[in-house]
């Protein structure tokens, strides 16, 4: 059973754009929203968090969006570079389920 | 940089072959985790533990068994290997009640 449901599956973005990833969950009780960040080879690395009481998040070109109510939060990248290509993974905890991943190419 | 390891980082075995991949950590962390991935892939919830003597089995375990009998190790063992057990196995460690997880580099598993 998946109780985050991630989307896209895959990505690609041109240098300089806009990189979107959404994430959905169903537990309430869940009160901290991890992304990680994985490159081929590796394992993944905590890269930015939030938990309920926010609404928003920003760590330089990463910024997570989160709407308690609908139950959704998004990651942005804002000026897309080719060093951000990788696999990002969205999760909840209390549960430490992830999300299924999305695959982002980012073009030069 | 997060003081997790595993080992072997590659293993090719036969089937029906019983094998143990490995796990430490030195950071003193309650909680740890085995995940299944294919490669780029969505990571499988396999087994985790809370603390020593404590294991729980996850959404992916019903061919693998883990033991914790010390905090910094968190071994997992395959009893009989098949094709279908070939990917990446991931470890990771969280802090008590931190939530932040920390991964190691992964065993990549063949079964032939």
């Known amino acids: 059973q998946q109780q985050v449901k991630q989307s896209p599956q895959s990505l690609i973005v041109q240098k300089g754009g806009i990189s979107i990833i959404n994430c959905a969950y169903e537990?309430?009780?869940?009160?901290?929203f991890p992304w990680y960040q994985q490159f081929p080879g590796k394992g993944p690395a905590l890269l930015i968090a939030?938990?309920?009481?926010?609404s928003e998040k920003k760590e330089g070109r990463f910024t997570i969006s989160f709407n308690k109510s609908a139950k959704q939060f998004s990651l942005h990248i804002m000026d897309s570079q080719p060093g951000d290509s990788a696999t990002y993974f969205c999760?909840?905890?209390?549960?430490?389920?992830f999300g299924a991943g999305t695959r982002l190419t980012v073009k030069p | 940089e997060a003081d997790i390891y595993q080992t072997p980082r590659y293993l090719v075995i036969g089937t029906g072959k019983k094998i143990t991949l490995e796990c430490s950590q030195t950071?003193?962390?309650?909680?740890m985790y085995w995940y299944q991935q294919d490669p780029g892939m969505e990571l499988h919830l396999i087994h985790y533990?809370?603390?020593?003597?404590?294991?729980e089995k996850g959404d992916l375990s019903s061919e693998s068994t883990v033991s914790r009998i010390r905090t910094e190790h968190f071994p997992l063992t395959l009893e009989s290997a098949r094709p279908s057990h070939t990917s990446q196995y991931l470890c990771?460690?969280?802090?008590?009640?931190?939530?932040?997880?920390?991964f190691g580099p992964g065993t990549r598993l063949t079964v032939t």
């Open positions: 999760a909840a905890s209390n549960d430490m389920r």
């Open positions: 537990n309430t009780a869940f009160d901290y």
């Open positions: 939030i938990r309920p009481d926010v």
């Open positions: 950071m003193g962390h309650d909680k």
């Open positions: 533990s809370y603390g020593v003597n404590s294991t």
């Open positions: 990771a460690s969280e802090e008590h009640d931190a939530y932040e997880q920390y």
